[in-house]
């Protein structure tokens, strides 16, 4: 980048402005994930084209471009003049990439060059009011402002790599010999990075030859992503507790009610795809707890064993 700048060093005009475009505030894992080294070049040579001087982060551009990733996989720029930095920033946001991913870079650089013409333009004329070049007319920095497009506004930069909560309705099955349970409940994941933070609250009913059965599970425990990004995939582990109520209907049984708890322990599997603020997500999780099981005169009314198998598919709104 900065051999590009000094090469085309000698052609700048007195209006030209250095620009730095910076990617320092992106995961490592969404730096590899747009090939970030290829962005950079690609940005840096189209804007030594439109005769920018590209500059290093954080050397005092005069012109500052961030990146950082939205919610939905995409780029959100925000770019800053360094003599204004009380004016809010301008905005705009690249959306994540469907194909080639040259083309999507050519797209990012574009943008990238429209917002620094916009940006080196107003500080032009915020130092010059007055002065016009031979052959040029007064209208022309408001001209060039007015090509921004409509996507580009001027608010608040996205905070990047932000934490964030996802809460949301599951309903699946719990697996037993004999069949399935329908397992339903709320579930809560704290996202930061590629770890992840999962607070399970569940529930589960279920009939035998006299009996009902009904359970509840609560569970707290942590994952790590294996693939990030608006589609992503991660394992874990957690520990929680299982209660369980059942009710006879022999009036004939010493025991016709009860409630008992025993401790769990899962290995959770969360697949998920994000589209904006709205998650879907599917749960595969393998647990152990202790065999619960219920007799009457020798025959088994109800039983579960001490492995437990649930899947669930959920729907979650990102916080």
Same mark, same amino acid.
């Given at each position: 980048?900065?051999g590009?700048a000094?090469?085309?060093?000698t052609?700048?005009g007195?209006e ?7 990617l %320092?505030g ?7 994930a747009i ?6 070049r690609k940005?840096a040579?189209?804007?030594?084209q439109?005769?920018?001087a590209?500059?290093?982060p954080?050397?005092?551009a005069?012109?500052e471009v961030?990146?950082?990733v ?12 360094r ?7 301008? %905005?705009?946001?690249i959306?994540?990439a469907?194909g080639p991913a040259?083309e ?8 990238v060059?429209?917002?620094a %013409?916009?940006?080196a333009a ?8 007055? !002065?016009?070049p031979?052959?040029?007319s007064?209208?022309a920095?408001?001209?060039? !402002?007015a090509?921004v ?5 001027v608010?608040k930069?996205f905070p990047a ?6 809460v ?7 697996w037993r010999a004999?069949?399935a349970d329908?397992?339903?409940?709320v579930l809560?994941?704290?996202?930061r990075?590629r ?12 009939a035998g030859?006299g009996?009902d059965?009904?359970e509840?599970?609560?569970?707290a425990?942590?994952s790590a ?7 992503s995939?991660?394992v874990?582990?957690?520990a929680?507790?299982?209660?369980q109520h ?5 009036p004939w049984?010493?025991?016709r009610a009860g ?11 969360h697949?998920r795809?994000?589209a904006?603020r709205?998650v879907? !997500?599917g749960?595969a !999780?393998l647990?152990?707890?202790r065999?619960l099981?219920h007799t009457?005169?020798?025959a088994?009314l109800w039983?579960r064993g001490?492995?437990?198998l649930e899947?669930?598919l959920?729907l979650a709104?990102?916080?």
């Amino acid at each position: 980048m900065l051999g590009l700048a000094l090469l085309t060093g000698t052609d700048r005009g007195p209006e030209s402005a250095s620009v730095a475009f910076d990617l %320092r505030g992106l995961s490592a894992a969404a730096y590899h994930a747009i090939d970030g080294l290829a962005l950079e070049r690609k940005v840096a040579l189209r804007l030594v084209q439109e005769g920018f001087a590209v500059v290093a982060p954080g050397s005092g551009a005069d012109v500052e471009v961030r990146a950082s990733v939205t919610d939905g996989g995409g780029l959100l720029l925000s770019a800053a003049v360094r003599d204004d930095r009380d004016a809010p920033p301008l %905005r705009s946001t690249i959306a994540a990439a469907n194909g080639p991913a040259a083309e999507w870079h050519l797209e990012v650089a574009h943008k990238v060059s429209e917002m620094a %013409r916009v940006l080196a333009a107003s500080r032009v004329a915020t130092r010059a009011p007055t !002065a016009t070049p031979a052959g040029r007319s007064g209208a022309a920095a408001p001209a060039t !402002a007015a090509t921004v497009t409509a996507e580009t506004e001027v608010v608040k930069p996205f905070p990047a790599g932000r934490p964030r909560w996802e809460v949301g309705l599951g309903a699946g099955a719990l697996w037993r010999a004999g069949g399935a349970d329908l397992l339903a409940g709320v579930l809560a994941t704290h996202a930061r990075g590629r770890l992840r933070l999962h607070i399970d609250v569940l529930g589960s009913r279920s009939a035998g030859s006299g009996i009902d059965v009904s359970e509840g599970q609560g569970m707290a425990g942590v994952s790590a992503a294996v693939i990030d990004g608006p589609a992503s995939v991660d394992v874990g582990l957690a520990a929680g507790v299982v209660v369980q109520h059942f009710s006879l209907a022999s009036p004939w049984a010493s025991d016709r009610a009860g409630t008992q708890a025993a401790p769990g322990l899962w290995l959770p599997l969360h697949a998920r795809w994000a589209a904006g603020r709205l998650v879907v !997500a599917g749960r595969a !999780a393998l647990g152990v707890a202790r065999a619960l099981d219920h007799t009457s005169e020798g025959a088994t009314l109800w039983s579960r064993g001490s492995l437990r198998l649930e899947s669930m598919l959920i729907l979650a709104w990102t916080l």
